[in-house]
């Protein structure tokens, strides 16, 4: 069954940094483009990241274009989210998920605020 444990959130300052990590199992992981989304109270969930299978391509949704980025590590199939100086808007549960596999975990929580 497909796995995706997500980690590394927390309350951090406005201007901080938070490293977010996605432990997949389940499906073979180099396989798969990875991505991460971000879901506020009241909001739709959005796209915030993606990499290609071998990690050479990443792209951001504009609003955290510059300040976050996307890395995975093949061998440990893991997905990180390197996030820099935080926001407050930035403020919401962090899921990864593969394309294609329509499989969400329980997301970890980032909160940005003074």
């Known amino acids: 069954q497909v796995q995706l444990v997500e980690s590394g959130g927390g309350l951090v300052q406005p201007g901080g940094s938070l490293r977010l990590s996605c432990a997949a199992s389940?499906?073979?992981?180099?396989?798969?483009?990875m991505n991460w989304y971000r879901q506020a109270p009241g909001q739709e969930r959005e796209w915030v990241a993606g990499v290609t299978r071998d990690g050479g391509v990443k792209k951001y949704a504009d609003s955290v274009q510059g300040r976050f980025s996307i890395s995975r590590d093949n061998r440990k199939n893991v997905v990180y989210l390197q996030m820099n100086t935080l926001k407050p808007e930035d403020t919401a549960v962090y899921y990864c998920?593969?394309?294609?596999?329509?499989?969400w975990g329980r997301g970890t929580q980032v909160t940005v605020s003074s």
């Open positions: 998920k593969p394309d294609g596999i329509e499989n």
């Open positions: 389940g499906f073979t992981f180099r396989y798969y483009p």
